[in-house]
């Protein structure tokens, strides 16, 4: 028995061995959190680790994240959203009270393994008008300088996070490329300043956007699956729209004397909802085709060959993003808002995404259309306006997971979302004279009325319950062993 029992335990301790060796140089995700009812920060590190995720990106240095993160092992990037650019390019002081608040405390503190500070995220955006570019590269400066003086210039690297048109191409060949003429000697100067820091080139690149925005793009160049006839740049072949798209970066990189500097894809994905080429089938062959053709089979790029170092866009779905780019940007996630897996992804590893564990949910009801309503009442269009306004539409609509539901699903859906969003209030179902709550699931096919999770303050509530109980439970005892 005993003999049986140690060689499970080295069969296991292999195993696990296995597996942390292979998911060192794993892909990361993105981790947002501009959600109505985000995942309490410990479930979500505790999905990370179950998914095997080494590598996290975040959009801020939220301290609740980063202590869920302590002793996780998980590497991270911390970011600096584009609207502290300002403060922290004009004060030195300033920048070295965030290094030491959002970075030294966290690493001394116990473990956080905090590797990248990502200064501003995408502060090119044409649709910025310009707004950041006077104060990224001093940002940018400052922090850097403050992660030098407090001794950390060798463990954490700084970078900028940039949309992938900060450089383009003349043709369709990658070795046309260049910096934008608008920023082009902005971007030397920061490439310079990287690569004089030993600090990596970050861009997001995304396929699903040049077939959203160019109704000619050949779908299948947006995919991992060798279209064909590839484009011939000097004997390099592209059949896929990120291999040319990394290598015109690669491009412009080079002709500007910059050869060595490590780029990292800061975000890379594809939305499962919200347009008519975001489901879960094209995302699913978008994400693991990078996944197995960067990761697993580490091809690289025709211009870069060998391991890529990317982050997935993004681990969770995000329902209170703005939706001005589009409806699908509420439904990047690999994960629905509360952790589920959308579809099979094998990341290295594992063939299938584990799904988060311990969520809590609502109960199950959920708000719709009285049958009894009238569809001409004309209460029906401003209170669909106001609940698609307050809550989550995105995905009604042409091509979208609940673009074939009627009119009267349609109402229901909305009125729905409204009353989840508001953590299922009775008076979030009060439409005048034209919604009922019901614990029938409206849901049809590819068409889910979800039912919301528990939010922290909720869970507040059974916790103060759940501890009162245990102090009556043990103030019971005490009564009857006194007694006896
Ligand atoms: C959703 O986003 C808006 C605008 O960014 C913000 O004002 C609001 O507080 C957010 N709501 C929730 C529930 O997070
Ligand atoms: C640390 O980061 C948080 C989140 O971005 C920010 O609100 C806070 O001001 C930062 N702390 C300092 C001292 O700059
Ligand atoms: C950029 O300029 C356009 C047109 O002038 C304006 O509508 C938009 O609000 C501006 N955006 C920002 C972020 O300043
Ligand atoms: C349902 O709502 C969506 C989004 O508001 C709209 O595009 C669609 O035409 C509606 N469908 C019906 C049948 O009313």
Redesign the pocket.
Known sequence: MEGEKSSIFFVLLFLNVIWLVGSVSGIGVNWGI???HPLPPSTVVKLLKDNGIQRVKLFDADPDILDAMKKSGIQVMVGIPNDMLYTLANSVQAAEKWVSKNVSAHLSSGGVDIRYVAVGNEPFLSTYNGTYESTTLPALQNIQAALTKSGLSNRVKVTVPLNADVYQSSSEKPSDGDFRPDIHDLMLQIVKFLSQNGAPFTVNIYPFISLYSDPNFPVDYAFFNGYQPAINDNGKNYDNVFDANHDTLVWALQKNGFTNVPIIIGEIGWPTDGDKNANLQLAQRFNQGFVSRYYVSQKGTPMRPGPVDAYLFSLIDED?K?IRPGNFERHWGIFYFDGQPKYQLGLGQSKGLVAASGVDYLAKKWCVLKPSANLNDDQVAPSVAYACENADCTSLGYGTSCGNLDVKGNISYAFNSYYQIHDQLDSACKFPGLSMITDKDPSVGTCKFRIMIQTDSAAGIDGRIWFLRKVFFVLLFYIITIIM
């Open positions: 501009q959600s109505t209170n703005s």
